[in-house]
């Protein structure tokens, strides 16, 4: 019998999904092997060996990410920058025109709205005082109301259910029927707010150029900082590191956090008064316009201006969406830019005329193609193919989530809350040990002050006042008019010797 010949077994080479783990290793590890204390030893390894998991799971769940963003492409020599909405509304899906809409309200703008984290909620707020809060995909209204004072800005809390507004005075917190449940007195003619989602603090600046936090689980007030820059018509927030971009008459840019009373950084970024500011998911570019008609693309990792670009009329308006695209809004145009923060582009991605309207405000929906835009006559919602980031994370932000889940994160995100001091440039650098021994650090604080003590100008005597201003001469003249015992004898000895 003749053996049968078997061929051996190929090697199959399976993909772990480990190649694009460096991707989500967030800053350099720490070296713990040279540390002679075991207990921190011990405690350095553990928290290294989580986060080394951490970035290996996310990076074998990115084989389940089968959704891709597309984009719009032409042919020949047509322009993407040429197509409207009503062309995209013609020729796309049923589920993506039923995205372009516009909601005509020319009695109460303009208009400042926001998202939600999950993109699924829309609030919008007429500078007259009305108010709108729905679910923008089924059409689901939660409230309506009219508030009969100027609405200034209008921001989301941490989920659906509540949502701070911008009035007259004072800043006013309501839930999802429109129920008023706070007022906060110490928030007075605000102009702009910011939520915090991560710290639960919701940080407002207004005429009086105060920037101020409130923490919006405890109600306490966390800080009250004076930007000593005048009345601030513009701020946002780096979603990086939490820190405030604020945007001053002066044509600077301020970068703040709770625990310093001046600010971290401080730009001069234009020749005049800063109209709007975005900074994108990254944290490493931001993007402002000023009333000199510029528009500027910012490095800040160096603080140093990229690109520049040119408005026909100053930008009021600034929005980076999750995938990096960066919309413009002008007058009544809105300008949609692809890859404009690392490259000079040449020509816009896309085009929106709002015709007969001032563009106000311009909002990218987070996992979504849509840009929402508040103008003076309402509302108005367009496709942007490409800007929405496709893959989303329920732990973050789930466009699905149930009453349930809704509770839950909610719970999750109160047991989680970082505190306020946690706020700065650098957040890589929390957990991390320092190389430098107590006494290291005392002796560079030493030579710290003895060289800012040598810098300072040593301080001039006060003036002593002389002559007829001197402090007796005043006193002595006070006294002139007065008659005693002593001016008496003297009035008579003087009239002795005469």
């Given amino acids: 019998m003749t053996p049968i010949e078997t061929n051996p077994p190929t090697q199959l080479s399976v993909s772990n999904g480990l190649e694009n783990e460096d991707k989500y290793t967030r800053g350099t590890p720490t070296r713990y092997k040279k540390i002679t204390d075991k207990k921190l030893k011990t405690k350095i390894q553990k928290q290294e060996d989580r986060i080394k998991e951490a970035a290996q799971a996310a990076a074998r769940n990115e084989l389940l990410l089968v959704e891709e963003a597309g984009f719009l492409e032409s042919e020949g020599i047509e322009k993407t920058y040429n197509y409207r909405q009503e062309q995209l509304a ?24 926001d998202y939600t984290r999950n993109g699924r ?20 209204l939660h409230f309506e109301t009219h508030v009969k004072e100027t609405v200034r800005d209008v921001s989301w809390l941490h989920n659906e259910t509540m949502l701070a507004v911008a009035q007259k005075k004072y800043v006013y917190i309501y839930d999802h029927t429109g129920l008023e449940v706070h007022r906060l007195k110490n928030h007075i003619e605000v102009n702009k707010l910011e939520f915090l989602p991560y710290h639960f603090l919701l940080a407002s600046v207004g005429n009086a150029g105060y920037l101020k936090y409130q923490d919006t689980s405890t109600g306490q007030l ?59 998911n990254s944290g490493r570019y931001m993007a402002t316009s000023g009333l000199d008609g510029q528009m500027k693309i910012w490095d800040v990792r160096k603080y140093d201006v990229v690109h520049e670009y040119y408005t026909p009329r100053p930008a009021t308006s600034i929005s980076i969406s999750q995938r990096g695209l960066l919309g413009v809004g002008w007058n009544t145009h809105v300008t949609i830019w692809k890859d404009a923060l690392r490259t000079k582009q040449q020509s816009p991605y896309m085009n929106h005329l709002q015709a007969g309207s001032n563009v106000t405000d311009v909002q990218f929906c987070p996992f979504e193609d849509v840009l929402g835009v ?43 809350k970082l505190q306020p001091s946690m706020i700065s440039l650098d957040p890589t650098n929390i957990g991390k040990v320092t190389k430098m021994t107590k006494d290291d650090v005392l002796k560079k604080r030493a030579e710290e ?13 006060k003036k002593r006042m002389r002559g007829r201003n001197s402090a007796i001469k005043r006193h002595l003249r006070k006294r002139r008019n007065i008659i005693d015992e002593n001016k008496v004898l003297y009035l008579h000895l003087t009239s002795r010797k005469r």
């Fill in 222 to 280: 966390v800080a009250e900082l004076r930007t000593r820059l005048g009345p601030c018509k513009t701020m946002t927030q780096n979603p990086w590191n939490a820190v405030l971009h604020l945007g001053h008459s002066n044509g600077t840019v301020t970068l703040w956090a709770p625990t310093m009373s001046t600010p971290l950084v401080k730009m001069l970024c234009h020749k005049g008064p800063v109209q709007a500011i975005a900074v994108d």
């Fill in 449 to 461: 002050a003895e060289e800012k003590a040598a810098s300072e100008e040593p301080g001039k005597d």
């Fill in 374 to 416: 508040g103008h003076s006559k309402g509302m108005s919602s367009i496709v942007v193919p490409g800007s929405g980031e496709p893959n989303f994370d329920t732990m973050a932000a789930n466009p699905y989530q149930t009453k349930k889940q809704r509770q839950e994160a909610e719970v999750h995100g109160l047991l989680d």
């Fill in 90 to 113: 013609k020729e796309t899906d049923i589920n993506t025109s039923k995205k372009i809409f516009s909601l005509d309200l020319p009695d109460f703008g303009p208009y400042a709205i």
């Fill in 121 to 140: 909620h829309l609030l919008m707020g007429g500078q007259k005082g009305h108010l709108a809060a729905f679910d923008w995909q089924t059409g689901k």
